[in-house]
């Protein structure tokens, strides 16, 4: 099966062959490092253009840090939550010798949770087997604790401007774009690398890729690109065929399935609350949480799981989207029994100090406002 269309063969066939489409590829990446030039976002783990050329080079633990960071989240949601864990960490020695609890901590609300106990792991690996000094080449990178395919090639590219190929969201859809390619997400992966190689210079890489990422995001948007502003208008397949939006090719998605639940809040004399450090292994690992019953699409017998014998109240309930499923949670409240005593995995929190994920802040909220709190 034909994936992509003859226009955009005739580029991807022709780019590095020849000497004449070799200057073709070198076009590409000349017009898109003079637009990151001129048009670079700010960002705070980023050495722009102009600090660059003064002289300035990226710290691979800002980048590193940054990376993991933005897997999966927005880059408004982590600037100022990324200044903050380097303002608390400033170095990798820092973050090796931190407590795990308070990483987690400061991770809370960011969501995909295995990150921050990743980042926690790979930090040890780096300041005890590695010297404290990032690893300059992908495969030695991506042996680190959760850093896999991408985040390996985009350290390697932005920290160390080794001439790593970095696909992330906004570079997979302007190279499905560049080069018209038809096939469907997730089978086209292995073509959109392979044609991003292709374009891809062996000078200032870091800012190569950065260039994309920062096109795909203000340029090449997913509903409405600017194609008339964009700097490689003339090498586009997908604008020349007049067809942007169709590319790239993704299957419609599945509607997610549904899930209940019932958290508690036990609250004590004092006013703070019982919570309990969810097992590591699961969603939301290692985080706290309000206590209460597994996550299922049947209804099961809530009361079984409340974390003491008192008079529950239920206030309502929180729903929140994951990616998998979406999750409706009944809140209960309850005052504490007198000699009630709590597992190892539980504490007393006073509410306003604790952490939480998002949905466990929402269920928390609920019970807070139902107290006039
Ligand atoms: Fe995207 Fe249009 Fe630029 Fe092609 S010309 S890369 S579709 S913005």
Known sequence: MAYETRDAKNIS?????????????????????????????????????????????????????????????????????????????????????????????????????????????????????????????????????????????????????????????????????????????????????????????????????????????????????????????EHCAASRLGRAQDFPNKPAKKPKPSRKGAVFALVDAKGEVLFERRPEKGLLGGMLGLPGNPWTDKSNKAMAHAPAATKWRRIGEVTHVFTHFHLTLDVYIGISPKGFRRTREQQWVVPKQARLPTVMKKALDLALKERGE
Request: with cysteine; glycine share 10%.
């Open 13 to 233: 066939q022709t780019l590095g062959k020849t000497p004449r489409l070799q200057a073709s590829r070198a076009k590409i990446s000349q017009a898109l490092l003079r637009w990151y030039d001129a048009n670079a976002r700010t960002l705070p783990w980023r050495v722009g253009p102009h600090q660059s050329k003064a002289g300035y080079k990226p710290d691979p633990y800002a980048v590193w840090l940054s990376e993991i960071m933005l897997q999966q989240t927005t880059v408004a949601s982590v600037a100022p939550r990324f200044l903050k864990f380097l303002e608390r960490w400033p170095d990798i020695a820092a973050m090796a010798a931190a407590p795990l609890d308070d990483v987690l901590g400061e991770w809370a609300g960011l969501g995909y949770y295995a990150r921050a106990r990743n980042l926690h792991k790979c930090a040890g690996v780096v300041a005890e087997q590695h010297g404290g000094v990032f690893p300059c080449t992908e495969d030695i990178l991506k042996t680190l604790p959760g850093v896999g395919d991408y985040t390996g090639a985009a350290i390697a590219a932005i920290a160390f401007g080794r001439p790593a190929v970095v696909v992330d969201g906004n570079i997979e859809r302007v190279v499905a774009r560049l080069f018209a390619i038809d096939e469907p997400l997730p089978g086209a992966k292995a073509l959109i690398k392979q044609r991003a190689g292709a374009i891809w210079p062996q000078r200032r890489s870091g800012d190569f890729a950065q260039g994309l990422m920062d096109l795909g995001a203000g340029v090449c948007k997913p509903k409405a690109p600017s194609c008339p502003a964009c700097p490689l208008v």
